[in-house]
């Protein structure tokens, strides 16, 4: 082959091999900052509060076990569950007494809440505490033991 041949023949490869590294390049940053973008999406949509329950499902009956903070001693609370179309909600409440004086000394308060159904709609269930969303970080408890004395073991 004549010299000339040969360096067209490098020209096309070489414009080939770089047209091929730009448009790899490209859709690899296309793709990550699609995702950069979902990422920063989910940190701003996350909830902020994070409460540990004990799950357990047994006989039909979906039993969930927790706690959450209150601001003080004072403030009541409740636990209830709402039914909406294609979820469950575990719905925490509290508000402040009328006591005047109370420490304000941030306090665990338990909850338990139970209803009845298909395993499967442990799926469907979530939490709100005073209307706001928050994550569930769910430790499932084996039917063979009792809910009550399940320990809860988080490291950190």
Not at 42 to 60: F, M
Not at 132 to 141: C, Q, T, W, Y
Request: some cysteine.
């Amino acid at each position: 082959m004549s010299k000339k041949k040969w360096t067209i023949t490098f020209l096309i490869l070489t414009i080939a091999l770089t047209s091929f590294a730009i448009y790899s390049n490209y859709s690899k940053s296309n793709v990550e900052y699609a995702g950069r973008v979902q990422a920063i999406q989910d940190l701003v949509e996350r909830p902020d509060i994070t409460i540990n329950v004990k799950h357990q499902y047994k006989d039909d009956l979906h039993t969930y076990l927790g706690t959450f903070e209150v601001p003080t001693p004072c403030h009541s609370y409740e636990a209830d569950l709402i039914y909406e179309a294609d979820e469950i909600i575990i719905d925490l409440k509290y508000t402040q007494s009328l006591d005047s004086e109370c420490a304000l000394v941030v306090t665990d308060r338990d909850f338990r809440v139970s209803f009845t159904g298909e395993e499967s709609d442990a799926e469907f269930v979530i939490a709100k505490l005073n209307g706001n969303l928050v994550n569930l970080n769910i430790f499932e408890v084996p039917k063979s033991q009792n809910i009550d004395d399940f320990q809860i073991y988080i490291k950190g």
